[in-house]
């Protein structure tokens, strides 16, 4: 099988697992209970903790271990709204995660204003129109580090100096930018940065946030006080300890600056580009995370190309979402002014340092024969 849909999720780095193995077997005492059995346990919490925060950049007191991206982009929502009960109002992108746009949503309904900000054909936001929409009044600006379905990176360092500036809090949601491109939140200073282990070869159902010495004690969870008191219930400590493990090889794989993944990216380009005149990578002329590639090509359906590629053992997605049957493009490429017939054809591409330069010329050779079949029945 050739894997090539890392930001749905990636595969466990054996590493990792091998660092879940003892928690899952004879290192099975709470981490929280007084003996000595139980401090094997804690010793890996707080060991993972210091390998993220090493990859973050971020001292390891201010992460708080999740269960994964969603729920660290919750708990930020809800520490802000806590911190800041007598402001009323929300910046957001119409290009962010269902989680932020989620929790947007639930905001409003509980009486926030909230400002979603457009984006450009590039899939970039207007500093000047989001320095337009803040006031005293704001409680909260969220903004993703990169996208999931382009991979376009975000200023986020003009960004959370501008929130700063009006006295609003800041959470970047970094999940997609997390053990991709180097990061430090030291200098960075975001006040919350959610993280899900997940997408950088860590196991599901795990993940962190960042949290600022700037915001005030509390937790979304009632119960416990794990987690600093930020968030109640006994640690999956295995899932923690595989975590610490895929942070720390990422960053050692970060610091290397292998060029292993922009090349497979720059074959499939290449390759592509010269034999289907009429398709297009979104966003050529925006940063863009090194793994990401969002091709589109008129007369296609992308539905057709992943069941094609699937029949050959090769995993892609859409840029869709395919909701009761029918395919509704994506709220990122309709934000982006992607007509919907074309915002159809749109298969995303999404690399790891597990793939190779060799796979990436297969995907690519795969994709222009299924393309130009499809293409040419439907003319
Ligand atoms: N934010 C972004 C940008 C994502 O891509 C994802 C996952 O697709 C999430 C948040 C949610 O992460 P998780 O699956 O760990 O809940």
Not at 121 to 135: A, F, K, P, T, W
Not at 313 to 339: D, F, K, Q
């Amino acid at each position: 099988m050739i894997y090539w849909d890392n930001n749905a999720t990636t595969p466990l780095l054996p590493e990792a697992r091998e660092a879940m193995l003892p928690f899952l077997g004879e290192v099975y005492a709470n981490p929280s209970s007084p003996y000595s059995a139980a401090r094997g346990a804690g010793r890996a919490i707080s060991n993972a903790r210091d390998q993220l925060g090493t990859l973050l950049g971020a001292d390891s007191k201010n992460l708080i271990f999740t269960s994964g991206g969603t729920e660290s982009i919750n708990l930020a929502f809800h520490l802000a709204k806590l911190a800041e009960p007598q402001k009323q109002h929300i910046v957001t992108v119409s290009t962010e995660h269902a989680a932020v746009l989620g929790c947007a949503e639930q905001s409003a309904g509980q009486g926030c204003r909230v400002t979603l900000l457009p984006v450009d054909e590039q899939g970039q936001l207007n500093l000047d129109s989001l320095r337009d929409s803040l006031c005293d009044d704001t409680a909260l600006v969220s903004v993703m580090a990169a996208n999931n379905e382009t991979g376009v990176i975000h200023p986020v360092q003009e960004i959370a100096d501008l929130a700063k500036n009006c006295g609003a809090y800041f959470h970047c949601d970094g999940s997609q930018a997390a053990g991709k491109i180097p990061v430090s939140l030291r200098s960075f200073a975001p006040d919350f940065y959610s993280v899900s282990g997940h997408k950088f070869h860590g196991p599901k159902g795990s993940g962190a946030l960042y949290i600022s010495d700037r915001v005030p004690a509390g937790s979304l969870f009632q119960g416990g006080d794990q987690e600093f008191g930020r968030r109640a219930g006994t640690e999956n400590v295995a899932a923690i300890a595989g975590l610490g493990m895929a942070a720390i090889k990422a960053k050692e794989f970060i610091d290397e600056a292998s060029s292993i993944i922009p090349e497979s990216l720059k074959v499939i380009e290449d390759i592509i580009s010269k034999a289907l005149p009429q398709a297009r990578f979104l966003a050529p002329s925006a940063q863009r995370l090194p793994n990401t590639r969002l091709l589109l090509h008129p007369g296609v359906e992308a539905e057709a190309v992943i069941a094609l590629l699937d029949e050959k053992e090769i995993c892609v997605s859409s840029g869709s979402a395919c909701a009761s049957g029918s395919v509704e493009p994506s709220h990122v490429l309709r934000a982006m002014g992607v007509p919907d017939a074309e915002a159809r054809s749109a298969i995303r591409l999404s690399a790891s340092r597990l793939n190779t330069v060799e796979e990436a010329g297969r995907v690519a050779d795969s994709l222009i024969d299924i393309i130009h079949r499809l293409a040419t029945m439907n003319l």
